[in-house]
């Protein structure tokens, strides 16, 4: 069964500087896929990217990227010039079940931004 | 707005009333699933269906749960006999079909459920 690690319950980062999320996974599966969302204390959860496991490349969107290492089954969220907006909790996710229907969560990050 | 909705935003029941919650996806998305989330923890899968097919329903937490699609559009998920453990955000999300990004899931806002 698919299994998602996020080690650091809290993290702080100071407005403006990059700040990078652990996420390691465990995945019998040859393909896959892996998600970031936000949470707001709102409560919805907004996709920020996504990482295909035999994507040459790292993801990037915007001021998100991913530093995706295939061998050590880690994909770390890198939010760069950190806004205040971006304080919420991070959830790293994988598809799992016969035809990847359910997306497994981690536990999640929460991100304080400081000014 | 063309994302997922999610209706009532907020639910207040006493124990043992039955509730209903609406998701409707965004249109093209053929995928429509509801997930759970407790305090403190990520979402966690409830159900799913694939057009009007609920092909995955195992996860459903009892038989007080259940789910429709009825035409392949909105779903509700019904929860009867409320218990004070129900008390959750209930998600709904709906993605446009399987592999690679189109995998990607698209959530609503969420329905807040309080059972006194």
């Known amino acids: 069964a698919q299994k998602i690690t996020q080690t650091q319950p809290g993290m702080f980062v100071q407005e403006k500087e990059a700040v990078t999320l652990d996420c390691t996974y465990d995945?019998?599966?040859?393909?896959?896929?892996l998600f970031w969302y936000k949470q707001p204390s709102s409560g919805e959860m907004i996709f920020l990217i996504y990482?295909?496991?035999?994507?040459?490349q790292n993801a990037t969107e915007g001021r998100y990227s991913l530093n995706f290492q295939k061998a050590r089954k880690s994909a770390n969220l890198v939010i760069s010039a950190s806004q205040l907006g971006d304080s919420a909790m991070y959830f790293c996710?994988?598809?799992?079940?016969?035809?990847?229907?359910?997306?497994?969560f981690g536990k999640g990050t929460k991100l304080s931004v400081i000014p | 707005d063309t994302g997922v909705s999610q209706n009532p935003r907020h639910k207040i029941t006493k124990r043992g009333q039955n509730v209903t919650f609406r998701c409707d996806p965004i249109?093209?998305?053929?995928?429509l699933y509801w997930y759970r989330q407790t305090l403190g923890q990520g979402p966690e899968f409830l159900t799913y269906?694939?057009?009007?097919?609920?092909?995955?329903k195992s996860r459903l937490l009892s038989d007080r749960f259940s789910a429709e699609r009825p035409k392949g559009s909105f779903s509700t998920l019904e929860i009867q006999r409320t218990e004070q453990g129900d008390s959750a955000m209930y998600l709904c999300?709906?993605?446009?079909?399987?592999?690679?990004?189109?995998?990607?899931?698209?959530f609503g806002p969420g329905t807040r459920l309080l059972v006194l």
């Open positions: 990482q295909g496991s035999y994507d040459e």
């Open positions: 999300a709906s993605s446009l079909g399987w592999g690679g990004p189109q995998e990607t899931q698209y």
């Open positions: 269906f694939q057009n009007e097919a609920q092909l995955e």
């Open positions: 996710a994988t598809p799992s079940g016969a035809g990847s229907y359910q997306l497994t």
């Open positions: 995945t019998s599966d040859q393909s896959y896929g």
């Open positions: 249109s093209e998305h053929n995928r």
